[in-house]
């Protein structure tokens, strides 16, 4: 994507100044919606531009009725109908809060496609998103699930996340620090906070100063082999992961997917340790000194489940942790896949592994 395409893509003035240009949808198929193709249905969808717009919705719409707000619908599994008013936000833009010689923090519009953003940080000499490139969704998504990869979380850049509340309409910030991150957590995850507010923009602090961080999944190895290590750049490290990434997972536009589905288990260390005299060779990643975390797809794998199908889900054949739609599945298609991997990896590890993917309905 060239310099112009970007700036066509990211406009920069306020959101608030923005002619309205909502968009309601009744009786409406979620299938562009969610990227495990699920043809569900939503008794009303509303897209809006703007905080004022959707506040203007909040305050005009049926006490009672159901509000399901969504990103890009990467990380989603409709189980049926939504009976309710499903919102999508398309505000994007991206402004800088502050900056000095290090550093700038920028504002994101809470729509954006989230790898449309790693790519104009990069353009703009603005670093530390680079290993969470490709990663699907839109950036609100980041602040919520805490998206990571190769070493890398949203959580380690991200200073404020501005939000609305779905039931009073109020605008609330919150620092970083309030947002309990962790592993593919926040408090918007917590039984508390679930679907009770709706992110605009998202903060992030950069570093004006390109530091690789090269010790997961293999990146220091990978880069050595082609000998891109000594002379690294950082987009040079984009297109790598991008090239592992486009390996590794399926297109969800040709079969459709949610990326991974199941989160990797973070387990004792006197736990690991037993297992790995049981099965020599298991991979790990060190989590702290007392606690590791264990590849879910890995232990997929060796239950035999790669490329396995019940009905029209299967476990897809070069990823074990990413679940497939191979055609006409239901959510409870899925969900049906889902426990059985889940029952398989319990017996023989005796880990309990959970979904990143939301379950809907």
């Known amino acids: 994507m060239d310099a112009r395409q970007l700036r066509r893509l990211i406009p920069t003035h306020p959101d608030r100044h923005q002619a309205k240009t909502m968009i309601k949808k009744n009786n409406c198929s979620l299938l562009a919606y969610n990227t495990f193709g699920i043809d569900a249905e939503a008794k009303c969808l509303v ?35 939504y009976d309710g008013l499903v919102l999508h936000s398309r505000i994007t833009g991206i402004s800088i809060v502050s900056q000095d010689v290090d550093h700038v923090t920028i504002r994101v519009g809470a729509g954006m496609v989230w790898d449309d953003l790693v790519a104009y940080t990069l353009q703009q000499g603005w670093y530390d998103l680079e290993n969470l490139s490709l990663i699907p969704g839109e950036v609100g998504a980041s602040a919520v699930q805490n998206i990571g990869a190769y070493g890398a979380e949203a959580k380690d850049t991200i200073t404020e996340v501005h939000t609305v509340d779905l039931t009073t309409g109020e605008e609330r910030t919150f620092e970083a620090a309030e947002c309990c991150y962790g592993y593919r957590h926040s408090i918007f995850k917590t039984d508390a906070y679930r679907g009770r507010y709706a992110v605009t923009h998202v903060c992030y602090r950069l570093s004006k100063h390109f530091t690789p961080r090269l010790h997961y999944g293999g990146l220091s190895r990978i880069l050595a082999e082609q000998g891109l290590l000594d002379t690294l750049t950082p987009q040079t490290l984009r297109q790598t992961i991008i090239d592992i990434r486009n390996t590794k997972l399926p297109d969800p536009k040709v079969q459709g997917n949610g990326g991974s589905f199941f989160m990797n288990p973070v387990v004792d260390r006197a736990k690991y340790e037993a297992l790995a005299a049981q099965f020599p060779g298991m991979p790990h990643y060190d989590v702290d000194p007392q606690h590791v975390k264990i590849p879910a797809g890995w232990m997929i794998d060796q239950c035999g489940w790669k490329g396995k199908a019940i009905g029209p889900a299967a476990v897809h054949d070069k990823q074990a942790l990413v679940l497939v739609n191979r055609g006409g599945a239901t959510g409870q298609d899925i969900v049906t896949l889902c426990h059985a991997v889940q029952q398989d990896v319990k017996n023989t590890f005796g880990i309990d592994i959970h979904p990143e993917v939301n379950f809907i309905g």
């Open 47 to 81: 897209e809006y531009d703007s905080v004022d717009e959707l506040k203007e919705i909040i305050a005009t719409k049926c006490p009672d009725t159901p509000v399901l707000h969504i990103g890009g619908g990467s990380n989603l599994l409709f189980l049926g109908n």
